[in-house]
Nanobody
Framework: QVQLVESGGGLVQVGGSLRLSCAAS????????MGWYRQAPGKQRELVAV???????NYADSVKGRFTISRDVAKNTVALQMNSLKPEDTAVYYC????????????????WGQGTQVTVSS
């Protein structure tokens, strides 16, 4: 059974930095895409950043230039370096991995981490 385990969340002041890490265990498969989503209280879960197995990346407009996603395909790990954090970045961050793309950004298999809280204080 595949498990995604996140680490690195916490409390940081405005302008500070955090690094989130996610490691997949129990999987011998290579994921198509790995990425990070976040959900703030009262809001829908939104994509933050995604990286393909080929290394292509995509970011939400709100984090471009501040966040950097990286991935080790062989180790099935993904990280998110977050700099210049703002109060609006406060949310629970979820690691995601998709396997067997079926088009439209959808996958036959989706895997999610348990979430890690990021709080940015002003």
């Amino acid at each position: 059974q595949v498990q995604l385990v996140e680490s690195g969340g916490g409390l940081v002041q405005v302008g500070g930095s955090l690094r989130l890490s996610c490691a997949a265990s129990g999987s011998i498969f290579r994921f198509n895409d790995m990425g990070w989503y976040r959900q703030a209280p009262g809001k829908q879960r939104e994509l933050v950043a995604v990286v393909t197995s080929g290394g292509s990346t995509n970011y939400a407009d709100s984090v471009k230039g501040r966040f950097t996603i990286s991935r080790d395909v062989a180790k099935n790990t993904v990280a998110l370096q977050m700099n210049s954090l703002k109060p609006e970045d406060t949310a629970v961050y979820y690691c995601h991995a998709g396997r067997i793309a079926i088009g439209g950004g959808l996958y036959k298999y989706d895997y999610w981490g348990q979430g890690t809280q990021v709080t940015v204080s002003s």
